[in-house]
């Protein structure tokens, strides 16, 4: 039936030449970035089988993922058929089928009807997507006539294989073979030119993913000795991303849920996290002769990635929720802010006072470390110095200690503190910030130093339990500080005290029977999965939460992370904050609470705009909540 295998033989030649020599452009380029070490084996073969062949993420947009599994299930189940067609051409046998699968064999017969329906499935699934993007257009996907060639390129494949077999004339049935056989090696080679290359590389890029919390941000190793040397601090070339960077590029899909979930890009600031990871790709591909050779002198910064988009990051971590193969953003957006913040001294200049109050005065408004018990006055607030070994070590926070909208959260936390009876304190004078705030604006070297600083006074105290109401003092000190030899029992309030009301030492009897709407700090939520707690404090004092449409790992960013709470926002069309306590207060909720001081100022702010003057919404965080509960006598 078939032609000669000379015929074959020539397109496999010449096919498979040819991506070799592409194949090894990309790989060459992969070998040249720094190595990376990996460990935990055996959870990055778990988390590859879930992610990368599970789909796991990919449902999280429901039409569009159960398209893609279509196809993804579709073509493991048809390689088969390929290399059955292959052989084909040799044997010049209808019904070959390497032997085991023939078409006269049981398996063969089972393998026919599998693969027919998902020759089916996948024609569907690309149907959806050619409905996506000439149809509905989502504001997601960019125009791409290669998408569409793709597209079409594989429903005409799916349409060769069914003429195959069925029964037509042999030159229709010839010509089905034939078609099948040549797109398959035409996709092929287009891989490693396209974004489609992530069909090779998104399963290896699932293998070495980021393992740590999503909040961790790894530190410059030896930043002394680099100093001393002057070495790099931050990541000026390209050339300077590790591997694990350059399978980010070569492994992005393109299909916006990363820009579509950003707040700052939502908002009209020129950030767009998959603009930002393909134009870093596409300049690796002009640049890779010289990335090869080790003369890689184009800076990314403004060449590559302007300014108005690296400083309008809030490290939200949105991006990376949203993410089906896993891509680190966040590392990648900081290490250049580190070049800019610490070799060249360019960042916004409010930062430039805030890097200066962290270091004189350990705080980033520059009050005096007295100013941090200015909220205890007429309080019962111990400190270390009362009680040297206490249980529980309450880490203020500089914004509840400083900030005169975030103390009743402190003011509160005390009173809850004293009424459950454990034995507590406080570090006072000797607590300084954590310096999330410096890492995140790229003052690496600042943030090491208050560090090591607060370690060395933690250390001393030895409490049993760090508890904060801080998320962002809960990320650094959890999953941060370990890098500095700073390993803690630390635990947000809101587990903390769902702890305390399920032992029965707090006792909420004035139930509040009132609805509420909950802002999910990013801090608390996605970057270390706590979205239980809060809510189940609430639900204890009577409260009906009625979740915004953007609520838990969707929840939408205040606007405060990442240092944009210590500079002005880049130019937009709105501000985070706003937008996001529209949606709070469209609700309808009786009060809208938070559980991070930084939500709570942000929110405050724009509840006390003109466009909010008539809302009657209250604003207070879960513990002020929950000690509204609690009675006199307790």
Known sequence: MYSSAIAMTVILVVALGIFTWSAWKRLRLLLSAPVISLGNIGERFRGTLQLAFGQKKLTRFTVAGLAHKAIFFGFIVLMLRTLILISRAYTNQDGFGLWIFNDDTTLGFVYNIIKDVYVVLVMLGVSVFLWMRLVSKPKRLKPSGEALFILWAIFAMMVADLLIDLPVPPVISQLGFWVHVILIFVLLNILPYSKHFHIITAIPNVFVRKLEPSGYLKPIDDIEGRLEREEPLGVQFVSQFDRSVVLDLYSCTECGRCTSRCPANNTGKELSPRDMLCDIRDHLYERADGVVAGNDLDDLIPNVVSEASLWACTTCGACEEECPVMIGHLQRIVDMRR???????????????????????????????????????????????????????????????????????????????????????????????????????????????MAKGNIETLNGVGAKTIVTACPHCFNTLKNEYPDFGGCFNVVHHSVYLEQLIAQGKLNPTRQQNKSVTFQDPCYLGRHNGEYEAPRKVMQSIGLDIIEAPACKDRGVCCGAGGAQFFKEPEEGNEQINDKRTKQLVATGADTLATACPFCLRMVADSLATEEHKSSTIDQHDIAELLLNALSDSQ
């Open 339 to 449: 070049h800019l913040v610490q070799e060249k001294g360019e960042f916004p200049e409010p930062l430039m006072a805030t890097f200066q109050n962290l270091e004189m005065t350990g705080n980033p408004w520059g009050l005096p470390p007295e100013e941090r018990l200015s909220w205890t006055d007429g309080l019962n607030v111990p400190t270390v110095n009362e009680v040297p070994d206490p249980d529980v070590l309450m880490w203020v926070g500089c914004a509840p200690a400083m900030d005169a909208k975030s103390k009743v959260i402190a003011q509160s936390m005390a009173k809850l503190l004293n009424l459950s009876g454990v034995k507590w304190a406080i570090l006072g004078e000797l607590e300084s910030c954590t310096g999330d705030v410096a890492r995140r604006g790229g003052n690496e070297y600042l943030f090491e130093i």
